[in-house]
């Protein structure tokens, strides 16, 4: 059966904050910088900490952190060294505006597998991941999967058994477990670079706050577009990051 995206479905399960919390009761999300399209990735940073974890940190290789370090908001940190890890961890997000050389995923928090990290992606994935490819990009990863958007989606969480989200005018969420919604509270003007960079991090925010992960996908899905319904004609990718408090205090 396949179900509307709507809050009604994903609301229960949102990490709203309540009092006698710290930053690492909602998570510390990771984001893996692109080695030279920077920008998705501060994108993504941007989306993952205005959504709401607690904290955000980007890695990235020696020669580019210092790009990250003057562009991205003082609340975002930046390290430089691609094999740092923390126990506090509790996602993390791979591929947006690319992969630098050495990085390896790791399955061992929730993760978000955006862009170049879908040609890479290990064999086998867990419920606890999220990709998130277009439709070129869906047809490059699974060549031999074919048929109509709900299907091949639901048949690709299967294979490879973690949330699928197939981006598109209405985009498709299926689970491995057999759960398919189709979201089409979207807007057209969401059709510009870096939008799918932005929604990355949204889904990565939520799960680093310990949404699960097809709730999370749901839900940054729904806000993503729902962002882009408020602002409107002229958007472009960094808009939506300004309207997600709007859109997080009335759905509240």
Known sequence: MVEANTPDFWLKYFPFKKGGAHKYNYGHALIY??????????LAASACARIGAGLTTVIAPPEIADVYRASLPAHI????????????????????GGMSDGVKISLSRPCVLDADALAGMPENLNSSTVITPHEGEFAKAFPDIEGARADIALVAAKQKSCVVVLKGPETVIAAPSGEVVVNSHASPVLATAGTGDVLAGLITGLMAMGMPAFYAACAGIWIHGDCALKFGQGLVASDLIDEIPVVLNEIA
């Open 77 to 96: 940190m930046v390290r430089d060294d691609l094999g740092w890890s923390d126990k506090r961890v509790s996602a993390r997000l791979y591929g947006s």
């Open 33 to 42: 910088g692109a080695p030279a399209l920077t920008g998705a990735s501060r």
